[in-house]
């Protein structure tokens, strides 16, 4: 069984990173429109994330193990090589740079009367949309590792921690480095995803549980060989330079 | 009638962006790995390190047609 550490740090860390979209867009709605619409647009768009999670959880605890880790890996394997690979090209391109706010994202700003449904239509969206990614993450993780409780706690605290320093301190949640972020937990779902596919397929691992570390060390690596041909690359040498 | 399949055809694509993304050949690569794991295994050959390689392999050849276009 996954250790309880692992599940929380990627649940967590993977929501993060849409956390910070979502925090921002949020933030920049209410700042713009006024918050009373963006709140309860924000506030719907969780709703639907907690059904989403709840009914997707149930599914999935009822079906049998083997099939569920060899088809939900292999699904978390595919979709964790598209953030390994953003990851490895945002990192190459940009360094630990935030994700920035661009002035013409800024929605235009709302001195009407009344209940804004732009405001709660542009932050149900940005919450809906940037969680589903989460929602996914949590489900099929929490599910394979047989601890969706600690997954959702995981995924929750993120949300509850980055929106919290977004309220704070707003121009702070641009500046993390999302990109970095995106790529760790690239690494972490194709790892889980690598392992738990191979295991449905009735595989078993020289060394057990212990070779999570070793494909965790060796797709690290395998980053860091990328990011370095991937700069080299943007400055004109040749990889086999 | 064409209005009716726009809905499932959007929904698919959706789906297909959100798991697959803008390069199948990685998500093809990963599945016939898998099958070939499952081919050797059967046979009762150590089949481990094969889908590791093949998500190394894919990645690079990913990157590097990413970085050309």
Do not use: C
């Not at chain 1, 209410?30 to 506030?43: M, P």
């Not at chain 1, 009735?202 to 999570?212: L, Q, R, T, V």
């Amino acid at each position: 069984m996954t250790g309880v550490l692992f599940v929380l740090i990627t649940t967590f860390l993977a929501s993060a990173v849409e956390a910070i979209e979502m925090v921002t867009i949020v933030l920049g709605v209410g700042a713009t429109r006024g918050w009373r619409g963006t709140l309860v647009g924000a506030a719907a768009g969780f709703g639907v994330l907690a059904v989403i999670v709840v009914v997707a959880g149930i599914a999935l605890s009822q079906v049998p193990i083997g099939p569920l880790r060899l088809i939900v890996g292999a699904l978390l394997l595919v979709f964790g090589l598209q953030w390994f690979r953003k990851g490895v090209m945002r990192v190459a391109a940009r360094g630990l740079a935030g994700i920035g706010m661009h002035p013409e994202d800024e929605p235009p700003e709302w001195d009407g009367v009344g209940f804004d449904w732009t405001a709660f239509v542009l932050a149900f969206k940005a919450v809906v949309l940037e969680g589903l990614e989460v929602a996914f993450i949590v489900v099929s993780f929490g599910a394979n590792a047989g601890q969706m409780g600690v997954a959702v706690v995981g995924g929750v605290s993120a949300v509850v921690i980055i929106g919290g320093v977004g309220v704070v301190l707003q121009r702070l949640v641009t500046r993390i480095p999302r990109s970095l972020l995106q790529l760790v937990v690239g690494i972490l779902l194709t790892t889980f995803g690598t392992f738990w596919s191979l295991e449905g397929l009735g595989i078993e691992w020289p060394g057990g549980d212990a070779s999570i570390l070793g494909l965790l060390v060796l797709y690290m690596a395998t980053a860091g060989t990328y990011i370095t041909i991937e700069r080299r690359r943007a400055l004109g040498f040749s990889p086999g330079v | 009638m064409e209005r009716i399949w726009r809905w499932p055809v959007a929904f698919a694509l959706f789906w297909y962006h959100f798991i697959i993304g803008d390069d199948w050949t990685v998500a093809a690569a990963v599945a016939v790995g898998l099958i070939l794991t499952a081919l050797l295994n059967s046979a009762h050959i150590t089949a481990w390190w094969l889908v590791p390689v093949i998500v190394i392999a894919m990645l690079g050849l990913s990157l590097r047609r990413a970085s050309k276009t």
